[in-house]
């Protein structure tokens, strides 16, 4: 696919472009940069005009994308996001029930979910923490309460840090984050969760493959489309894949982006080309105004199915539902696993429990509710 660069907004020498605090201080952040950098459609209008369209941040890199039809639905506000459909919540996962410190969730057993920040240098209109990203950025000195709850919980062996995004730290506030978490004997594993590689690729520095590196820390990328997958994003991988970080990738599927088998292949692919293991392919989270961007729950199992056979093994991640709720993730390997209940389809979670994801028969009719 021919690679379009835009005109990035104040874009000026080479030196500066290849800067990732540049590139976070240029980000199109407002809505008259937006229009400096694309000619809007109607119906992106009416999202702007709305007080319901959330945080908007898109890097000078990744607005390359904008004239991509699908990404470009991904970044720029669109009209259907600011209607509340049925089933549809602020917080589809109850974390904020699971919330055991200021920056703290523990819903499984053995795992914690570490929010570090709330900034990212590109915000996905998708988010399933749209109702907290893009709000001020927490203190260091407050994550104190969240690391003593880890010590007094000697059960927890896992760590997965996100935000937010944590890649878009400084080395120095990521380094005091996992130097105070390696210092807990019971942690055995610690994840970045970060879209980093995707959006902002210059961000990978050596130093910070050498802090990643020095932490024994496993990278969770976050990539939707192949079209991501340019040169500088493939340095940036194979930077961190010589420097001796484990990548793994977890991609949203979503209608009218990557929603085909040949547009899976191609990214899965180009993934494992990239060092990069695809692991999770995500059934889109039910959160608020994100209708228009989910599929069917049996398109996903389908897919899958689709590339079993026509693709290597190691290049198939498991498609899988984050139970609304809480419930966390639920493979679904077979459509045996999913009952249908009127708009819903019901799945049980590793512990037996029944959870219901919205998924009505009607694709094609919303089922907007007034709020």
């Not at 007080?51 to 990404?71: C, D, E």
């Not at 914690?112 to 900034?119: C, E, G, H, R």
């Not at 760590?159 to 400084?170: A, E, F, H, N, R």
């Not at 961000?203 to 590196?213: C, K, P, Y």
Request: glycine fraction near 6%.
């Amino acid at each position: 696919m021919k690679k379009e660069r835009m005109e990035a907004p104040n874009r000026s020498e080479e030196t500066c472009w290849n800067d990732w605090k540049w590139q976070i201080a240029n980000r199109v952040s407002d809505f008259h940069q937006l229009r400096e950098v694309t000619k809007l459609h109607a119906h992106e209008e009416e999202a702007v005009a709305s007080a319901g369209s959330f945080a908007l941040g898109i890097t000078p890199y990744y607005a390359q994308h904008v004239h991509h039809q699908g990404l470009r639905k991904t970044i720029v506000p669109q009209a259907a996001e600011c209607r509340l459909q049925r089933g549809e919540w602020e917080d589809p996962l109850g974390e904020e029930d699971h919330r055991v410190a200021p920056h703290l969730i523990h819903t499984y057993p053995d795992k914690v979910l570490f929010l570090a920040t709330s900034f990212c240098s590109t915000y996905c209109r998708y988010c399933t923490r749209s109702r907290m990203v893009g709000k001020p950025q927490a203190r260091a000195d407050g994550y104190e309460a969240s690391f003593r709850y880890i010590e007094a919980h000697p059960e927890i062996r896992d760590v997965l840090i996100s935000g937010g995004d944590p890649l878009t730290m400084t080395d120095q506030a990521l380094e005091a984050l996992l130097s105070r978490l390696r210092s807990i004997p019971h942690i055995r594993l610690i994840r970045i969760g970060s879209k980093v590689p995707a959006v902002l690729p210059m961000r990978i520095t050596d130093s910070l493959v050498q802090l990643l590196r020095t932490y024994h820390v496993w990278l969770s990328l976050h990539f939707i489309h192949a079209a991501e997958l340019t040169p500088e994003t493939a340095a940036a991988c194979q930077r961190l894949s010589r420097g001796g970080v484990p990548m793994i990738s977890q991609t949203v599927l979503l209608k009218g982006v990557n929603d085909t088998s040949e547009a899976l292949k191609e990214l899965f692919y180009g993934l494992i080309e990239m060092q990069v293991k695809p692991y999770y392919l995500l059934q889109c989270d039910p959160v608020r105004g994100s209708a228009h961007f989910r599929t069917p729950v049996h398109q996903g199992v389908e897919l899958i199915r689709s590339l079993h056979g026509y693709i290597s093994g190691v290049a198939v991640p498991q498609f899988v539902i984050d139970a609304p709720g809480g419930g966390g993730k639920v493979p679904i390997v077979h459509a045996s696993q999913l009952r249908r209940e009127g708009d819903e389809v019901l799945f049980e979670n590793h512990e037996g429990q029944l959870y219901r994801y919205p998924d009505p028969v009607d694709q094609s009719v919303g089922q907007e509710v007034s709020v």
